[in-house]
Nanobody
Framework: VQLQASGGGLVQAGGSLRLSCAAS?????????MGWFRQAPGKEREFVSA???????TYADSVKGRFAVSRDNAKNTMYLQMINLKPEDTAVYYC?????????????????WGQGTLVTVSS
């Protein structure tokens, strides 16, 4: 299973970005959940959002109302639409495939990880 995250970049505060996570291999055949995590410089990796195969989702409180996760199972791709970005959203964003179908917030519940894409929000 391989995950390729893309779409990161430099944006001003208040701007928007859309991240993509393309999966290859047997990822979607198991119908497991997928998630986004992020890691800011000097901080631990933290949960951002998760989505089930059927489209159910959950978010970290810090991004609720600003981020929206979606997935296209036919294209083996997950997305993260981010609006009203803030400097504190600056981080490397990682996508991952869960071990089960549940919407988990803990990184230990995710089995496969992408390489990350950098999002930088300037003030």
């Amino acid at each position: 299973v391989q995950l390729q995250a893309s779409g990161g970049g430099l944006v001003q505060a208040g701007g928007s970005l859309r991240l993509s996570c393309a999966a290859s291999g047997r990822t979607f055949s198991s119908r497991n959940s997928m998630g986004w995590f992020r890691q800011a410089p000097g901080k631990e990796r933290e949960f951002v959002s998760a989505i089930s195969w059927s489209g159910g989702s959950t978010y970290a409180d810090s991004v609720k109302g600003r981020f929206a996760v979606s997935r296209d199972n036919a294209k083996n791709t997950m997305y993260l639409q981010m609006i009203n970005l803030k400097p504190e959203d600056t981080a490397v964003y990682y996508c991952a495939v869960g071990r089960t179908r549940g919407l988990w917030t803990g990184s230990q519940q995710y089995e496969y990880w992408g390489q990350g894409t950098l999002v930088t929000v300037s003030s």
